[in-house]
Structure formats: C-alpha cells, structure tokens
C-alpha cells in the first residue's frame, strides 16, 4: 500500500476542506470495505485518506414533508434494521439487508455503498489496464463479460455495484452534495453516469464533494416490490435484480418506477416498462409485459445474454411481490 | 488411486531428482482396482533440484522426459 | 484378516519399504471396542477455535523478516532483466534476490503467470510488498495458450518442446464393433469438467531460519519428512540437517507435499538476510501458482442393450493440467462396460501446474460416466438405480455398491423420484440424483513412539502431520483403547521430523499407516507396562488386562491397581518402545454411494442443492466424529466443483480474473445442505482411509439431481445460472 496521509476532521466543513481537486488524490474514507482493498491491491494510492465518519451524519431523521433524510455516515447495518425505513421504505431495507456478508454491512455506510468502485474484475486486477483506469481497451468486449452489462453500456461495459443506489433512484430520492461553494440537491436519478459521458468516474460528484445525505419523498400509498438474483445466499453479488415502485389508483396502476441493477453501468430505470404498467392491474401478465418491455432494448454481449433472462425474472418477481402476487 | 497406475519410476532409468507424490505416500496396493478402471495417468511431477515442475533447463518435468538424455538428467 | 490383499510395491519406486510380516494376532483390533467407532471428541478442537492452535501462518520468530514473491504476470515470456536497485533501497528490505537469469537460456522463461521471478525479505510484511513492486523486470511477452481448443488446433504457435498435446496409449478391451452391435441404443454426446483450484485456507508457506548449516522450517504441508527431503535436496544439504515442524495446517488437498519454489526462496532469503524469514502466499498466488484440478472433456459413443446391459463405450478424452502436466482420469468409471476403447490426449497451456487435488481424477471420470449412465437409463427406461446396479463390478468387501444404492435408497425416498423432468407447475423444478465412488487408500510403513511416565502420562511420537482430519483425536482414540483409558488422557506429538518417520499424507493412506502403528507399539508399551507391575499384584504380565483407567487380573477384576496407581511402579525408568506397521490392521479400497435432492428455477438458472445422503465405508470406523466430518468436507467441496467454482482465464491475455475469493466462488454456510451420513462399519477389513471417497460423486450426484428437475442434461460443470439458462435455451423442456 501506498503511503498516505491519515486525516479525522470532526464536522462536514472541516471534512471538505481537507479534499483535493483531482480524483484520486484524495479518498474520503467511510467504512473502508471497498476503499482499502482498492488501496491494499494498488489500485486506488491516494496521498491523503480522509475519515469521514466523524464528519458526516450517521442518522436518519424525518423531514418536514413526511420523507427521511439518511445521513451518508449510517451503517448499512441500521439502515437495514430500521423499523420504519422497513415499513416505508421496504425495497431500502431489503436491499440492505442484502448487501455483502454481516461484516460488511456492519462496516459499510450508505454513502460508500452509493460510491463504491465498479467490481468488474478487469477493473479490480492490476494486470488489465483498462479504459477505466486510463487504458486504451474495454477488456470485457472480447473477454469474459458474463457479468457485464447488457444495458447502456459502451465504451466500458461495467455495471454499477450499489444495491442501494437502485431503490434510491425507484423511490426518486435526491442526494444532498456538500463542496467547498456550499450544498448542491441531485437527483439520484441524475447522480449516475454513463461511461460515454464518463470514463473516470461513476458519477457527478466532484473530487472536492461529499456526498452527505440521502433524502427519501414521503413515499405514499405507493406498492414496492424489490428482488434479487444472487447465486449464493452470501457473500456474492446479484446476477440481476430489480425495485418497482407502483402508485395505484385503486386497483389500477397509475404511475411506476421500475429500476434495475447489475445490468447497466448505472441503476438502469426502464421507462418502457413503467409505461407497461400504467393503466394496468397488477396481474402474471402485466408483470410478464412489463418484465419484456424492460429488457427489450437489452443488448448482450458475447457471454451474457443469461442475464436478460434472469433480469426479466427480476422485473416480473418484483412487479408480483409489489402485488402481493409473488410465488417464488 | 494414482500411484497404483503411474508409469514405474525405475532407478537407473529415471533421474533421480524426479519426484511424485507417491514417493512420499506410501501405500498397499489393492489388485482389485485394476477391474474398477482401466490404467490412467493424473500423476503430477516435479524436479526435486528446482522444486518445481519444470527442471533446471525450464521444460516440464515428466517421466518421459527425466531419463537419459536430458542434460539435467542425474542417474 | 482373510481379505486384506497384499501385494509387492511397484518396482523401483522410492519411499516404498519391503513388506513386513504380517502382525502378531495380540496387535489385532479387540472384537469388543469401547473407544473405537465412538464419536470421540476433536481433542485439538478447543485449541483451534480459541486459537491456540499455532498454524504456520501464527509462528513467529525473533528478529523474523517476512518474505514476499516477484511473479510473472504473463503466461509466457522472456525475462529480458531484472533490476533489484529500487526494490533494495526501499524501506525496510534485507534482502533481494532474483530467482531467474536474464542472461541464461534455460532460466530466463517464464510458462505461465505467476511463475517465479524474483524475491525480498523486509522487515514487515507491507514493507515485502512494497519492495517487491520495485522489481523492475523487463518482459519479452511470448506466444502463449489459453484455451485447450486453441492448444489443440494444429496452427496454435508450438509453446511446448515435445507439442502442445500429448497423446497417451489407448486403451481397449473386448470387441467394440460387436458391442455396438448388441445395442438397443447409443448415446453419442460430451461431457467436461474445469479446472478448479485447491483454495486451502491457510495459505501454502513457510518459516525458514538457519543455525549455522542447520535450517528449521515450519512448513503448511501436509508431509513433514516430504517436505523435508525437498528442502535437502533443492538446497543440497544433507536431510539431517533439516528439521521440519507442522503442528497445524489448514487444508492441503493434495497441493502441499513439497516446500515448492517457495520453500527454496524462503530459506535462501534467510541465508542472505542472515535471519529467519516467514514467506506465505496471498490468495492470488494460490490460485495462480500451487496447482489445481485438471480439466477433463470426452467425446463418447456409448451402447445399451434392450435389457439394460451395459455393451460398448468408445471414448476420446482430453484435459488439461496446465503447463506441462498430466491430465489423466478413469473412464468409464466403475461401470462395466464388456467391450471399451479409449484414447486420452494430455493438452498443455500456460498456466500453473495441475497438482494432486482429493481424489485426482475421480471426480471427472464420475461425472462423465455417471452422466451419460443417466442418459442411457432413459434410453431403456430403467430406474437409475437398477440400471446401475445392473451393470456394477461383482460385489465384494470392498465393492459394496448394491448394497448401498438399495440402503441409500430407501433412507433417502428415491421412491418418490419423478421420471426426467419435473411435472409440477411454475419455475421452481426440484429433482433427485444419484452416483458412486470408489478410492484405494491402504497406507503402510509408519512407525510410531510410545513413553509412558511413572507420572502416568502416556506419549505417542509419531512423525505424521494433522492435515485438519483429526490425527491427534484418531492417535488418542487408538491409544486409548489399548491402554483403557479416555483419548483425553493420551497425549499424541505429531508433525515434527524428530518423530519417528510416517508417510506424506495424501491418497487417503494417514489412518491405515498411523493407526497400525500407533496400535502396535501401544500393545508393546502396554506389555511392557504389565511386566513391571504384575510382581505387585503378584500375577502373571499375560493375566493382566487394561480397561476403564485399571489394570487388573483377567479372571479376578477386584485384583486391580488404577492406571496412576500403576505407572507409580515405573519410578525413575519410564517405558520407552517403538511399533512398526505390519499388515492385518488395516486395509484397501472403500466403496461409497451419494444422493443428491436439488431444486432449479427455470426462470434465473439458479440451482439450489437442498439434501445430500452419503452411505460411505471406510473399514474399521476408528474416530466417528472425524470420519463423518471427512465426508461432510468432501461433499461441500464437491458442491462447491459442482456449481461454484470456476478458475476463470481471459482469453486474450491468459491471465485469470478471478484470483480471489470474491469472483472465485465458494458455498456459503448458507449455500450447504443438509448433509446425512450414513457410515458403514466393516472392523473385519481393518483401518482404511476416508478423506478422498466422498468428495467424488457430489457433483454428479447432483448434476443427475438437476437433470431430474429440469428434464434436460447439462454435459459440462459448473451448473452456473448461465449454463443451465442456456441449456434451457437451446432445447426446449420436455413437458
Ligand atoms: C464480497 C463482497 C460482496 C459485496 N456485496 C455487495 C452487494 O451485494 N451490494 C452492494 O451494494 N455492495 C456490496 N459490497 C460492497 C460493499 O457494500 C461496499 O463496499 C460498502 O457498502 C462500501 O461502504 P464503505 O462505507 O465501506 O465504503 P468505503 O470503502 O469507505 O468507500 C467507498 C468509496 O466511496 C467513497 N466515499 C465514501 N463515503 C463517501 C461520501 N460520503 N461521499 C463521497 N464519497 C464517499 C470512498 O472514497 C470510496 O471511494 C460487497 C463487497 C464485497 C467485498
Ligand atoms: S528436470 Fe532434469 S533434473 Fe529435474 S527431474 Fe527432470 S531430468 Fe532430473
């Protein structure tokens, strides 16, 4: 490992302050699950490390228009097994929950879940030096891609790792960035971009931010569903997975957010799909139409066309669990 | 198991660095075996000079190859 | 023992000791066992899960360096220079060598990645990996093979000397064209199985440290005295002079028998740092550099007569076991097929080397074979299990097979199998499958130590190793049923080179060669023991039996001492005796049956495995809990070859992408299921070993289990989502 500087500032200004200007540099350090073993594997030798678990939030506190407000410091941990946040929010505690191994939600906080580096295994091995560590080549095209994208992808194939960032974007939540010229509110929706837009990074945040909180809308009489594809019961990624947010009007279906993960460099929200569903009772045949309509314009490559698949099934899963419809 | 079938490492005939792991693990044969399968070879080996499996001259080791010609090749 | 079959070792082969007599009739197996076959506890088992236990990753040495590799990471090249100036002034470093010679032609290729390049010893461990990153080595990268189709392509650059392929001899039996004659039908497929890696926990290693021109080293090996004659002749010093020590290890699985370029490099940093030196590999290094289960592929034309006889069995196989390797395995396994013929190409690419892995080759040769035996069933439209039986090798002691598909059958609830193909509605498909297993073992030669105190303290020395079976706990317990006494007050001093000499232990051969020997020289200490203390009790030694912590006259228990009562007669001389294995305690060959209950959702691919049944013997059971608990490691490694492991190589660059325990998948506590055993005593055979059989049917087990649910054959591991996914894809599910 690269030595580095140690930095514990105390409050959110002081944190900010200390942050460079140049990705990279600089790493905030929250619960280090992904940060050090970047560093540990050489692919992340910033010159100053940042702890910013004693500057940022680690709460979750109610907002004046009924919706919560999750200080970027909280564990993964108690988001998961927050009472309320399971009530109201049930895809965020479900996807929680599902996060990694117990140690890791217990190290782990919302907002290194939110920026954790993509996993894709050229990015992760020292010996692929790939477009996004300033290489010439997406190793994935012509490699072993079963676990890249099938959705947005090019000119680098990753898919975003945060299985927080995809209820986030379903229940329309905006992040709260702090930068050294004060606060800026992004929609989560617009937090993520795509490698065509952005090679360096996965997101808007500059190298001088943090991201400090995520604010939920008051969810409604809103019906959520939220499924996972993982191949192991832990300590494994999800293949697939899915959270759909259903406002209804009766038993009618009257607008939708259907978001997916693991398929697209960033949260891949499926407009066909919500369209699908709107005007629609939640029934196996508008779940099976929507699910299609999601993954139409899917396009896999050499070794993952499974994954459209197993990304419908999510889809399909989490439309029927939001209806109380689910038999698997 | 593997040793039973391996090729006979023959003194004289094979250099004496070659080594396998029935060298070490000494064991009864059961004649019987031989009816449960036919003979194959899943026998790993390696150059007990380099402790590794290519020898000294960096080519696999192997007893086909570990005897007589080799230069490495101590009988 | 009538059915103990002995026979001359190989000629030629070393480590192969002239046969001893068969044994005195007093050192045989007592027909009533009060500690023997009992479930005993682990008696290093509050050690381990305390920590106590001190693996070789725990030791530490006073003023130990720490020691770390510089490795290739091409598949293959030519080492054009290695400068070790940065990496020798860097913070820390002690010492800097390179393990290869830019300017020699014999040295100077590297055949796969993480081929050894170059070492540092430093003063901490991050100290090590930062230096070694200094290195600057300039590569010539060199043509090289990846995949086994490309290495077997007559245009593939020729990497390897003597070819890229090796033909083997070709094996045949019967009259083929008559075979295929007799059959009803044929079945024409192939089948294949990856390269999975051996994933020991604790790492492989070594602490090296030098006394003059003495070396002690802690080695994670599982064969102390092979590790020791490694050492000596990689570093030209007598064997004397080297001392190896393994109190614990974590796992091995056949890819610990020698110290490895690694055990050189750390005791040469040693020399030159002056100091001892710790050099354990990281995980990456694992997979890349100390071995791995080969692959295996077949093309076979199989025949079926109307009745279910088995009648012909044409196969061409291959595999791969990297570099140079062999890749051999049985085929057909255990099935008999009157009329075979089989040809085997071994095919080398650039990657580490294949090493003996629990049960090399066995696991391929089950699943091909217990696939196609699946296939071939349908065709005939027999039950699986009759099928097989139809066409096993005659029973005997050490062919149980029958006996235990029928035993197996009916404890697991074969009779509720559906045909191929789950009928039940919706993507949630649930089947159940079956396959056999069979493993020689047969350990012979150790020689064991005993000392027993005037303070009642019972020794034995034998220089075997703990590979995390449970030595110690099967010492105790064979100790303890000679003397009558708990195994807790046995005291067993294993995985030292100054003990006296036992076999590596590997082919399941550690229970048949330790037990044997312990028993004997108990017997003797025991003898000795009942001479010094007959005059007291004023019998005959010969009168005097030992049993629940007494020695006491046979026919008058009342004329009794206690032990401590009695070793007080050994005042100032101890007992101090020796045994030798000789034949009659033990025995060869196992045979095993396996069950598998699985579920599969058609609509993601995943397969989730739910229930496995092992009927398994072993000869005499010596030590209950560890034998099951051999057969619950065996089955969780061959779920995890089954559906979770996979060493992933790019196809470009050759270099793997998943070296690590994240993408290089591993079940879970959560992913194992249930898991019944059924162990079968045979004490009349004798000491037999159990840790390879029951890792070698799981994967086909539950391959066929899968077959069952989804109603079409997946030929190849692993059963990822992906591969069942695009099965499904291809041929439409039979309703
Ligand atoms: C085997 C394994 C399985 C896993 N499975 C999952 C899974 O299923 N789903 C999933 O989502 N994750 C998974 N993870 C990843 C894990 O959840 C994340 O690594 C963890 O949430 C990161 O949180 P952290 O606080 O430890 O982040 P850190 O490692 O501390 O930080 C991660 C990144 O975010 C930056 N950062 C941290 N906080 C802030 C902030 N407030 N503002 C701006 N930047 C910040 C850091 O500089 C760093 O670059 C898995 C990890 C492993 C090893
Ligand atoms: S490589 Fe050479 S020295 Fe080593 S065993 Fe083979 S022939 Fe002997």
Redesign the interface.
């Known amino acids: 490992?690269?030595p580095f500087a140690y930095l514990n500032p105390t409050s959110e200004k002081e944190a900010i302050g200390t942050l460079g200007t140049e990705h990279g540099t600089v790493a905030p350090l929250a619960g280090g699950q992904d940060l050090l073993a970047r560093m540990k594997d050489?692919l992340a030798q910033p010159d100053r490390v940042v702890n910013v678990k004693n500057a940022l939030d680690t709460t979750i506190t109610s907002t004046p228009d009924g919706g919560m407000k999750i200080g970027a410091a909280m564990r993964i941990v108690d988001l998961a097994e927050h009472a309320e946040v399971a009530q109201r929010y049930p895809a965020v505690a479900l996807a929680a929950v599902e996060v990694g191994t117990p140690q890791i939600r217990n190290q782990g906080t919302v907002g290194g879940n939110i920026n954790q580096r993509p996993?894709c295994?050229?990015f992760?091995?020292?010996?692929?030096v790939c477009l996004k560590k300033g290489g010439s080549v997406c190793?994935s095209v012509?490699?072993?891609n079963?676990?890249n994208a099938i959705l947005g992808g090019g000119p680098s194939f990753i898919v975003h790792p945060s299985s927080l960032a995809v209820p986030f974007v379903a229940y329309n939540a905006t992040f709260r960035l702090a930068g050294p010229k004060g606060e800026r509110m992004v929609r989560a929706g617009d937090y993520f971009t795509l490698p065509s837009k952005n090679l360096q990074t996965e997101n808007v945040l500059a190298p001088n931010e943090l991201l400090t909180h995520v604010i939920l809308p008051a969810p409604g009489a809103a019906k959520t569903g939220h499924y996972e594809?993982r191949?192991?019961?832990?300590?494994?990624w999800p293949?697939a997975f899915a959270t759909v947010v259903m406002s209804m009007n009766g038993d009618t279906i009257s607008s939708a957010r259907v978001v997916m993960g693991a398929v697209a460099p960033i949260p891949w929200r499926a407009e066909a799909a919500e369209a699908a569903l709107v005007g629609k009772k939640i029934t196996e045949e508008t779940a099976a139409a929507a699910a299609d309509a999601a993954l139409k314009g899917a396009r896999p490559m050499s070794?993952?066309?499974?994954k459209v698949?197993?990304a419908r099934?999510a889809v399909?899963r989490a439309i029927l669990r939001a209806g109380g419809l689910a038999?698997? | 198991m593997e040793a039973l079938t391996s090729p006979k490492i023959t003194v004289g005939h094979h250099c004496l660095r070659l080594r396998t792991k029935s060298m070490y693990v000494a064991a009864v044969v059961d004649p019987d075996e031989a009816t449960f399968y036919d003979r194959y070879e899943a026998s790993a080996y390696w150059c007990g000079h380099t402790q590794a499996g290519f020898g000294p001259d960096g080519h696999p080791v192997r007893p086909d190859v570990c005897c007589g010609g080799r230069d490495c090749c101590r009988l | 023992m009538a059915d103990v079959k002995q026979q001359q070792a190989p000629q030629g082969g070393r480590g192969q000791q002239p046969q001893p007599p068969p044994a005195d009739p007093k050192y045989h197996w007592p027909a009533s066992r009060a500690l023997i076959g009992t479930p005993a506890r682990r008696l290093d088992g509050p050690d381990k899960v305390t920590g106590r236990a001190r693996y070789t990753y725990d030791i530490t040495r006073p003023g130990m360096l720490y020691g770390r590799i510089v490795r290739s990471p091409y598949p293959h090249a030519r080492i054009v220079s290695i400068d070790l100036s940065a990496a020798q002034r860097a913070p820390g470093v002690k010492a800097a060598i390179a393990w290869r010679e830019p300017a020699d032609a014999k040295r100077n290729v590297v055949m796969y990645q993480g081929d050894e390049v170059a070492a540092i010893a430093a003063d901490t461990e991050e100290h090590a990996v930062d230096a070694a990153r200094l290195v600057k080595v300039q590569y010539e990268q060199m043509p090289h093979l990846t995949l086994v189709e490309q290495a077997m392509s007559p245009d593939a650059p020729a990497v390897f000397e003597t070819g890229n392929v090796r033909q083997g001899q070709a094996q045949e039996a019967g009259d083929l064209a008559a075979g295929f004659q007799q059959a009803a039908h044929v079945v024409e497929q192939t089948y294949g199985t990856h390269v999975i890696t051996h994933v020991c926990l604790e790492t492989h290693g070594a602490v090296c440290e030098w006394e003059g021109d003495r070396l002690t080293a802690w080695v994670s090996t599982q064969g102390i005295s092979a590790a020791r004659e490694g050492f000596a002749r990689g570093l030209n010093i007598p064997e004397a002079n080297v001392r190896v020590i393994t109190q614990y290890m974590g796992g091995g699985f056949g890819s610990k028998m020698a110290p490895d370029a690694q055990g050189l490099i750390c005791a040469r940093l040693a020399r030159e740092a002056k100091a001892p030196v710790k050099l354990m590999l990281d995980r990456k290094e694992e997979h890349l550099a100390t071995g791995n289960r080969p692959s295996a592929a077949a093309r076979v034309k199989a025949g079926v007569a109307a009745d279910g006889t088995l009648t012909a069995f044409d196969a061409e196989s291959w595999g791969t076991g990297g570099a140079g390797a062999a890749a051999g395995f049985p085929l057909p396994y255990i099935y008999q097929f009157p009329n075979r013929r089989r040809t085997h190409k071994d095919v080398y690419i650039n990657t580490g080397q294949q090493r003996p892995m629990r049960a090399p080759g066995h696991p391929q040769g089950s699943f091909i074979t217990e696939v196609l035996m699946e296939e071939l069933a349908d065709r005939v439209k027999m039950d699986p299990i009759e099928f097989r039986i139809k066409n096993l090798p005659p029973e005997g002691p050490n062919a149980m097979w029958r006996a235990y598909l029928r035993r197996g059958a009916a404890a697991f609830g074969w009779d509720k199998r559906h045909a191929t193909g789950d009928p039940a509605p919706g993507p949630i498909k649930t089947g159940i499958g079956v396959a056999i297993n069979t493993w020689g073992g047969g350990g012979r030669g150790s020689q064991a130590h005993c000392d027993i105190s005037s303070d009642g303290v019972v020794v034995v020395k034998i220089g075997t190793q703990d590979l995390g079976t449970g030595t110690r706990t099967m010492i105790a317990v064979v100790a303890g049923e000679t003397f009558g006494l708990p195994p807790s007050a046995i005291r067993p001093e294993i995985g030292d080179t100054m003990f006296p000499i036992s076999g590596a232990s590997g082919g399941s051969t550690t229970a048949a060669g330790v037990c044997p020997a312990v028993r004997i020289a108990t017997v003797n200490a025991l003898d000795a023991l009942k001479e010094r203390v007959a005059p007291a009790l004023g019998v005959e030694p010969a009168a005097l039996l030992a049993s629940n912590g007494r020695l006491h006259v046979k026919d008058d228990p009342s004329k009794a001492m206690s032990w401590a009562e009695a070793c007080k007669q050994l005042g100032t001389q101890p007992i101090s005796v020796d045994g030798q294995w000789q034949p009659g305690l033990s025995s060869v060959t196992t045979s095993g049956v396996q069950f598998a209950d699985v579920s599969v959702d058609v609509e993601t691919g995943i397969v989730k495995v739910k229930r496995v049944l092992a009927v398994q013997d072993c000869g005499l059971i010596v030590s209950r809990l560890t034998a099951e608990s051999q057969v619950y490691g065996g089955i969780i490694g061959s779920l995890n070859f089954a559906l979770y492991e996979d060493r992933v190589l790019d196809r470009n660059t050759g270099q793997m992408v998943n070296p690590n325990m994240e993408w290089y998948l591993l079940a879970g506590m959560s992913d194992v299921p249930q898991i019944d055993v059924i162990l079968v005593d045979q004490p009349e055979r004798g000491v037999i070993g159990i840790g390879e059989p029951p890792t070698v049917s799981t994967a086909a087990a539950i391959a066929n289990a899968v077959r069952n649910a989804i109603g079409v054959t997946v030929r190849s591991l692993p059963l990822t989502p992906q591969k069942i996914l695009e099965t499904l894809a291809q041929q439409p599910q039979r309703s």
Do not use: C, L, P
């Open positions: 490992m690269k050489y996993r295994w050229y992760r091995n020292e010996e692929f190793f012509s490699g072993e079963q676990f594809v191949y192991k019961a832990s300590h494994d293949i070794r993952n066309a499974y698949q197993v099934t399909k038999t698997v």
